[in-house]
């Protein structure tokens, strides 16, 4: 591997900026994961930074409705730079892209926030660390911003740090961090600033409008940003005139103004952008050296395939309390395309709100579907829904899912419809059931772990002779024990494990220390795949490796279809 240092012998780390124009929502992540992809076809090594300039601190609280999933990553917090000690590991769900196309772990720290930038300033003032002087927006916060971003390069060893600034350029909330960026480029050697906009085009003429384009770069160019390359989201494939429209206002060769089309799979995108030549005018613009090595663009072009060209097809339901947007579930609907793709078959995904249920309405879907899946959530909004679907499932011996709050949902319908406990609940959702089933354990965990919420990667003990060790196999260590990612405050009630245990329901995984169910199941002679895991495999499910439930759930659903 070629790697760039400066006089003193020291390695150099590249930094390659992505912002975006027009509006949001553009799929800035997937431009950011597909740049950091065509960069390790050529060998080199990559972590990503996702800015996001709203003044939460984190992404744990924002609704789902509103800015999508929250992604969980592998590890905590490793410092306590922040006042409030923070142990958190909820961050933007681009991660989760990032993680998905680029096989890698990224840690917290590299997601930055408004909330954190200007939490850390204040702090330090109050610390007298500014000795008096007059705290500003420039150098003060710019100055933290560059710190956290020259801290990812730091942190890991890596050839590229690949920085996503959320939001649109001309947003207030984000002029601090141009304006950093705007710093970072004068006194970085190594660095490429990507624009992503939007083209639309009118119904009545069909063309394709640059116009919004170029009021976005001249935005960015006010503040002091000229891009390196422009990319073009849009329906069809970039027309030239368009590109030359964009090279000639946008103060860019035609070279530089790459086309983001509507594609069959996202996965593809890396490709398309090799195709135009992205790859080769990074590496001429930055004066790096290519080194494309076919053997890992062929491997990702066969992964591609197999999302392209299925020969089998299956149809799943997802009932959740946000059916309505697919980005509040977009690592669930990913690792089932991963998994789907692995096994060669087209995958339909529905979203069936739960409240519904309650009515009576909505059954024929989950009848029409090859497999249930009942996802995370929090609030009692449609929990009755959601444990019909898991008592249909169950008595019509149709494969299901459920995944944290899922799994609490069957450990509910369980209790009340076989063990004879009618009114056992979560106290979540009543906090006066007689039987709580489902419990915050609030104090217990507040002695293992620290706080209320179980976050980041947790060890999970698997039992040998049950469907769970049979789908975790090859994945164990030597103990039986494998990692998945954690994101809840409830759990099932240690007293009523015994009572469960006898009804039939079989406890395959459980936390190694502490009595924590972490996995159930039902034997295979009574329920071809009744399955349910507290944890959230999704977040570790890649597209050359798909998560194991999920992709012995697809298996089990193409099975029985």
């Keep these: ?208 409008k640059t116009k919004p384009t170029q009021h976005s770069v001249k935005l960015l160019q006010g503040a002091g940003l000229q891009p390196d390359g422009i990319i073009a989201r849009c329906k ?40 135009q030549g992205l790859g080769k005018y990074i590496c001429h613009k930055l004066g790096i050296q290519q080194n494309l090595e076919e053997s890992k663009i062929n491997e990702w072009k066969g ?19 946000y059916a309505r947007l697919s980005d509040s579930y977009v690592s669930i609907n990913e690792a089932l395309k991963h998994a789907a793709a692995h096994l060669n078959a087209a995958i339909e995904i529905s979203w069936l709100e739960s409240e519904p249920l309650e009515f009576g309405e909505g059954f024929e879907a989950l009848n029409q579907a090859n497999g249930i899946l009942i996802p995370g959530g929090y609030g009692s909004r449609g929990v009755e829904g959601k444990i019909l679907a898991v008592e249909w499932a169950r008595k019509r011996r149709k494969p299901i899912l459920g995944i944290c709050f899922g799994l609490q949902m069957m450990i509910i319908e369980f209790a009340r419809n076989v063990c004879g406990l009618k009114e056992a609940n979560s106290t979540e959702v009543d906090p006066e059931t007689p039987h709580p089933v489902i419990d915050s354990l609030k104090k217990e965990k507040e002695k293992w772990f620290g706080g209320t919420q179980r976050l980041g990667s947790q060890p999970i003990k698997i039992l040998k002779g049950t469907l769970a060790h049979e789908i975790y196999r090859g994945h164990l260590d030597m103990e039986g024990i494998v990692l998945e990612r954690h994101r809840h405050r409830y759990e099932v009630n240690p007293e009523y494990i015994n009572l469960l245990k006898e009804s039939g329901l079989v406890i395959s995984g459980f936390h190694p220390e502490f009595p924590l169910v972490e996995v159930i199941e039902l034997p295979k002679r009574e329920h071809p795949f009744f399955f349910g895991v507290q944890a959230h495999p999704e977040f570790k499910s890649r597209v050359e490796r798909p998560s194991p439930p999920y992709l012995a759930f697809i298996k089990a659903a193409l099975k029985t279809k």
Excluded at 168 to 181: K, N, R, S
Excluded at 303 to 321: A, D, N, Q, S, T
């Design 1 to 208: 591997m070629f790697i760039w240092v400066s006089k003193l012998g020291v390695p150099m780390v590249g930094f390659i900026f992505v912002t975006g124009g027009v509006l949001s929502g553009l799929g800035k992540g997937v431009v950011t994961a597909s740049i950091g992809k065509i960069l390790q076809f050529r060998g080199y090594r990559v972590t990503a930074i996702k800015i996001d300039p709203y003044l939460n601190v984190d992404a744990g609280l924002l609704n789902p409705y509103e800015h999508g999933e929250v992604f969980v990553t592998e590890k905590v917090w490793e410092e306590t730079y922040d006042p409030f000690k923070i142990r958190c590991a909820e961050v933007d769900m681009d991660f989760g892209t990032y993680e998905r196309f680029l096989d890698i772990e990224i840690p917290p720290w590299n997601n930055i926030t408004t909330g954190q930038i200007y939490l850390s300033v204040i702090t330090k003032e109050r610390r007298g660390e500014f000795l008096g002087k007059t705290v500003q927006i420039i150098p003060h916060v710019t100055d933290e911003i560059k710190c956290r971003i020259r801290r990812a390069a730091n942190k890991r060893e890596v050839d590229f740090v690949l920085v996503e600034l959320g939001g649109t350029v001309g947003d207030i909330e984000g002029m601090p961090f141009l304006e950093a960026l705007r710093q970072l480029r004068l006194e970085e050697k190594k660095t490429f600033l990507i624009h992503v906009t939007l083209i639309p085009v009118l119904k009545e003429k069909g063309e394709q």
């Design 236 to 275: 069809e494939e970039l027309g030239q005139e368009a590109k030359r429209k964009i090279a000639l206002f946008c103060n860019v060769p035609e070279t530089a103004v790459f086309s983001d089309h509507d594609l069959e799979t996202i996965y593809e995108l890396p490709l398309i952008l090799e195709e």
């Design 303 to 321: 992964y591609v395939e197999r999302f392209k060209r299925p020969r089998h097809h299956v149809r799943i339901v997802l009932v959740g309390k």
